[in-house]
């Protein structure tokens, strides 16, 4: 007997695609050029988040694509939807995250005219994505979102663009379901395996430096196993801090922005540093002075699961294509010599990032960063998230905060602010027994705190630190370096945001003294609704180790 299956419409193709794709849950800001998409996703079993900002919605699904290694899949409408997400799109490159944007676009019948809202998706996204296209035949739909999902998971991850002509999402299709993508996990070969046993052997002081996506649980745990057998000493790279556990005796610390000088010491003095799966950013390499592109590349290693990315930032003594997973793998077969002549540098490495982190340095004012950060290390599960945006306050939960588990820190490389709020609803969708904390700067979180009535809407009992100095702080700190005593743009008047967080449907409290925290913290933990802890500090704690003032007048005195 011959079985009749209904003819499916394109929209209903690609929602069936993405369950065949495993997504568990989809961000969006509704539109009318993809009505068709959302009636489709009304009875597919996939979760859906309906957002207040397409920026929010597009930063939830890069959280949802860092979180899970799967692409974050964000639905909006054309011109001031897909610029509105462009700041997701963003973030995703910058952070080698998979993620898929689609974009409800004209009909095709009225396309280059300038239509309403029309946006030539290919030109403006073209530079921020791995791939950016247009659906235009509702026969080949599924062959277009599966190559999405294998383009932005395979070699570097990255965002892809799709538009979806608004005619073709209702015409019928015959497209059958494609199978789930999967990343290819390149190895390295023997060759490379043999010229990197060489350099280890010929090693007086090596370091590993482990960064970019594409890991899990296997790929981290096979690269302690080498650690601990070669006794290597382990930096993590900006914003990739939950890739190696802080309190393994290996660890060395961070290469963010205000590094430990003492590990920037022992990169410079390092003959041989092996990174493995960091694209070797401006940040991980301290503004590109880490190595010097001229004289020094015969002492890098680069392990890279793009082949386009090596050699791209210096060019390396050994370039090797391979994820972190195949090289966690490959080189268990490896041989350590037989007594490192290394073997103490990784006790004196682990004691500097101990003596940096573990308590925080003095600080003007009734409240103390460090102090806070602290004690959320000390009441806070090993499986609680931390997400954060862009602001000075994160300089102190990267230097004190522990994060021991993948995935415990939520936050963009390309240090966008307004990221810990969308971050923290999405986690908070994903994971719903987990400890979900936002963390943000007062400018920060005014960025997209809108997305606080998401998390109003869908009852998600996420905590919102606002740290509130009344400042773009970072900012103006680089003013009173550059132009000392001439602030300028960078002072803010605050709204209440414990009042804001009442005035949402959440709990809110305001906290003044470091001593008042804990007890603040803990009665936002125990609202059944969303909560904000408003902290209100003095911008003269700019740094952790440094004044405003103190700035101001160092600056004064170099000219
Ligand atoms: C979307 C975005 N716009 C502008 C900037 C530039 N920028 C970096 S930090 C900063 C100020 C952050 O202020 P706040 O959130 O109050 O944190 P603070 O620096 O005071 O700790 C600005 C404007 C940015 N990183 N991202």
């Not at 062959?143 to 073709?168: K, M, Q």
């Not at 000493?233 to 963010?256: K, N, Q």
């Not at 705190?449 to 702080?473: K, R």
């Amino acid at each position: 007997m011959k079985l009749e299956i209904a003819p499916r419409t394109a929209a209903q193709a690609l929602v069936d695609q993405l369950v065949a794709e495993g997504v568990q849950q989809v961000f969006c800001v509704p539109g009318e050029s993809y009505l068709a998409v959302l009636d489709a996703l009304r009875d597919s079993g996939v979760g859906l988040t309906v957002c207040r900002q397409e920026g929010g919605a597009a930063m939830m699904a890069d959280a949802y694509g860092k979180a899970t290694g799967r692409p974050g899949v964000c639905f909006v409408t054309r011109g001031p939807g897909a610029t509105n997400a462009a700041a997701g799109v963003h973030i995703a490159r910058q952070d080698s995250t998979p993620m898929i944007l689609f974009v409800g676009q004209v009909d095709t019948t009225v396309r280059d005219r300038e239509a309403w809202q029309e946006i030539d998706c290919r030109a403006v996204f073209g530079s921020m994505t791995k791939w950016t296209a247009e659906i235009d035949d509702a026969a080949r739909v599924t062959e277009y979102v599966s190559r999405a999902f294998h383009t932005a998971i395979n070699g570097r991850p990255g965002p892809v663009v799709l538009g979806l002509p608004h005619d073709v999402l209702s015409r019928p299709t015959a497209a059958a379901r494609a199978p789930r993508s999967a990343a290819a996990e390149p190895a390295p070969d023997r060759t490379a395996l043999e010229a990197l046993q060489r350099l280890l052997d010929r090693a007086q002081a090596p370091m590993l430096l482990v960064g970019g996506t594409r890991w899990d649980d296997e790929a981290r745990a096979g690269i302690r196993t080498f650690a601990e057998r070669f006794d290597v000493p382990v930096a993590t790279a900006y914003r990739r801090l939950p890739l190696f556990d802080p309190l393994h005796p290996s660890y060395a610390g961070d290469l963010g922005l205000g590094a430990n000088p003492r590990l920037v010491e022992r990169f410079a003095t390092s003959d041989l540093v092996l990174a493995v799966g960091a694209r070797l950013d401006e940040v991980t390499t301290q503004s590109y002075r880490l190595f010097d592109a001229r004289t020094e590349p015969k002492r890098l290693v680069h392990v890279y699961p793009g082949a386009e990315e090596l050699g791209a930032t210096y060019p390396p003594a050994l370039a090797i294509h391979a994820s972190p997973k195949g090289f966690a793998n490959a080189v268990a077969g490896l041989q350590p010599p037989a007594r490192p002549i290394w073997r103490q540098s990784v006790g004196q490495a682990h004691g500097d990032y101990l003596a940096w982190s573990e308590t925080p340095t003095a600080q003007p004012g009734p409240v103390n960063l460090g102090e806070l950060v602290v004690h959320l290390r000390d009441v806070l599960p090993e499986d609680a998230i931390i997400c954060n945006g862009a602001g000075n306050y994160a300089a102190w939960l990267h230097r004190y905060y522990r994060f021991r588990r993948l995935g415990a820190h939520i936050a963009p490389t390309s240090a966008s602010m307004g990221y810990g709020v969308p971050a923290a609803v999405a986690m908070q969708r994903l994971y719903p027994q987990r400890r979900v904390v936002s963390i943000n700067g007062d400018g920060d979180f005014l960025m997209n705190g809108q997305e606080f009535a998401t998390a109003v809407q869908y009852g998600l009992p996420i905590v919102v630190v606002v740290l509130d100095n009344a400042s773009y702080g970072t900012i103006r700190m680089h003013q009173e370096r550059e132009f000392p005593d001439r602030p300028v743009a960078t002072d803010l008047v605050n709204p209440d945001f414990a009042a804001y967080a009442h005035a949402f449907g959440g709990f809110g409290v305001t906290v003044e003294r470091t001593e008042d925290f804990p007890a603040a913290f803990a009665a936002a933990s125990a609202a059944a609704t969303p909560a904000i802890v408003h902290v209100k500090y003095d911008v003269e704690a700019i740094t952790p180790s440094q004044t405003l003032s103190g700035v101001r007048k160092s600056a004064v005195q170099v000219r």
